[in-house]
Every structure is written in C-alpha cells, then in structure tokens.
C-alpha cells in the first residue's frame, strides 16, 4: 500500500464512483489504457483485486469498498486541510472594514482590539456614524460589516443578533422619579425629554417606546450624541433613555435608572452586511467572532 499514489486513489475514487473505467476516465481527462494500468498498480500495492468484471459491469470488491471509503475520508480531510489554508492565509494579511451605530463605539472598540490582537496581520478600520448614515453607507456597501441596533426591515440584508442592548430611562439620582416603582408611561411622558438627533437609533427606539401606546413625547432638547444627553440629565435638565452600553464607564449610581413600565426595552446588537457583496475572510472571522464568542454587555448598572 506504501507505493499506492494519491493520483491511483484519486482515479479508484472515481471508478467506485461511477462503476465505470470509461466514465472514471472521461471525468479525470485520462485515457482509458492509463486508467487500468494505474488500477493495476494499485490492486498490486493492495496486494488483493480491488473490483470484478464481468462483461462491462463492475463490482467492487470488498477491499475496494473498504478502499473507497478510506480514499473518501482523505480526501475530505485533505479539503479541510486546503480550506482552513485559504483561511489563515486570507487573514494572516488584509483589511477589516467596519461601520458601527454611535452608541456601539462604547464596545465596539473593546471586540475589535481583541480581534485585532488575535489576528496581528489584519488592518481594521471603525467608522463611526448614526443609524440613518449607517443604513446609507450599507446601500452603498461602503464597508464590510456593520453593527447596528435594529437592522431596516426593506434593506437587502443578512443581519444577526449577537448581544443584548437594552434601552433604560434614565434620570439624575436626585430626580422625583428616581427610586419611584412601575411609573406609568404617561407619566413618563409628561417629563421634559432629552433625546437623541433625529437618524439616531436610540431616538427611533424611544419614539416607537411611547407611540406603541399612542403616546406622543416633546423633546425639550435635541441633542447630537449619548454624552450630551448624558451631560444634560446629570445638570437636570430632563429625562432620557439610552442604551444601557452608554452608561458602561460610569460609576453605579450616577444616574437613576427609572423603574418604568415597558422598561428596560429589549432589544439586540446586530452584525450585518448587504446580501449578496463579496466579503473578506477578515470579515467572515469577524462576524463568527462575534456570534461566537457572545459578549455581554459588561455593564456595571
Ligand atoms: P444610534 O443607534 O447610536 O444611532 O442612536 C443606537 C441603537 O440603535 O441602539
């Protein structure tokens, strides 16, 4: 078996396959004559026949049954071997384009530099940006991969969840609401707001909070990102919800989660690309990544 090459398994393969040397021949683009005589070279490698002929039928023999199997194993295991080459390759070197909502770039960074150290040779790219220019630059396929809170329901897309990202109402600890239980969203309403630019997820989700019970809120400040609305809560000047990721950094107590109804809102962190756009095995690593590894908020609330 030890002088038996790979080319003679390859062409067995085939002709236990097909049950056929003339078949076996055409699919490997051999001819016939060279077909038998590497089957003669490895019947005699075997050391016993590896098939029967009567007339033009075929038969394998036991040994060649048990063969074929074995060929077929090696083959496979060969393929994986070929395929997790490709992979390393793709990613000892390239590039890593990612786009992530506003609110995301208080973790984002963390997953990428983990990605970043464990893959040293892949250049990797963050674009920060609100909801509605995230969804434009993914029409665009401006970058690879994106993360967002709540993937468009009419974009051409493949999103997947990959860790909570729930909204909380948030106040100032010395607010009348705070430590108050099961406030009515009513009630709720009727604080003066702080929210987020409209095109901001976190505005969208706070908006669809309230008109879900036909509750219109009035924002008493629009404010450009999660620090200010942040800032502004801590000067008491309203209350607001954001997602709870934006309230990692700081200190238990800093600000009063309120006990509202319908409060937390769960909702999900998605990874998206545009259906159907080439990507790269640097984004493919990272996108199993994230699902893979599942990270948790980390959140100290
Ligand atoms: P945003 O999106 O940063 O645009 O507000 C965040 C989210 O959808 O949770």
């Known amino acids: 078996m030890r ?11 085939a002709i236990a396959r097909h049950l056929s040397f003339t078949r076996a021949a055409e699919t490997l683009h051999l ?24 007339g033009k039928r ?14 077929r194993d090696i083959f496979t295991v060969l393929e994986r071997f070929e395929d997790d080459m490709a992979a390393r390759r793709g990613l000892r070197r390239g590039r890593l384009r990612l786009a992530a909502v506003t609110t995301a770039s208080y973790f984002a960074p963390r997953l990428l530099g983990e990605f970043a150290r464990r893959h040293p040779g ?24 994106y993360i967002l809170g709540t993937p468009p329901e009419d974009a051409a897309l493949v999103a997947r969840p990959f860790m909570e990202n729930p909204l909380v109402a948030i106040a100032a600890p010395d607010h009348p609401l705070a430590g108050r239980h099961r406030i009515g969203l009513a009630e709720l309403a009727e604080q003066p707001w702080l929210l987020r630019e409209s095109g901001s997820g976190t505005r969208k989700a706070v908006e669809k909070l309230f008109a879900q019970r036909g509750i219109t809120i009035h924002p008493r400040l629009e404010l450009g990102s999660n620090e200010a609305i942040k800032q502004a809560v801590l000067a008491g000047l309203g209350i607001s919800a954001l997602s709870k990721q934006a309230l990692d950094l700081h200190p238990t107590g800093q600000f009063a989660i309120l006990d509202a109804e319908d409060c ?36 100290t609330l």
Do not use: Y
């Open 3 to 13: 002088h038996a090459t790979f080319r003679q398994l390859e062409i067995f393969e």
């Open 31 to 54: 001819t016939q004559p060279t077909v038998s005589m590497q089957m003669k070279k490895l019947a005699d490698s075997v050391g016993e026949p590896l098939v029967h002929q009567t």
């Open 58 to 71: 075929i038969e394998l023999t036991e040994t060649g049954q048990a063969l074929a199997v074995a060929a």
């Open 122 to 145: 892949i250049e990797v790219s963050l674009r920060v940006c609100n909801r509605e220019q995230l969804i434009a630059s993914l029409n665009e396929h401006l970058d690879e991969l």
């Open 264 to 299: 937390p809102v769960r909702r999900h962190w998605f990874i998206a690309r545009p259906a159907g756009a080439p990507h790269s095995a640097a984004a493919s690593a990272f996108e199993r990544f994230l699902l893979d590894s599942r990270p948790t908020a980390g959140t």
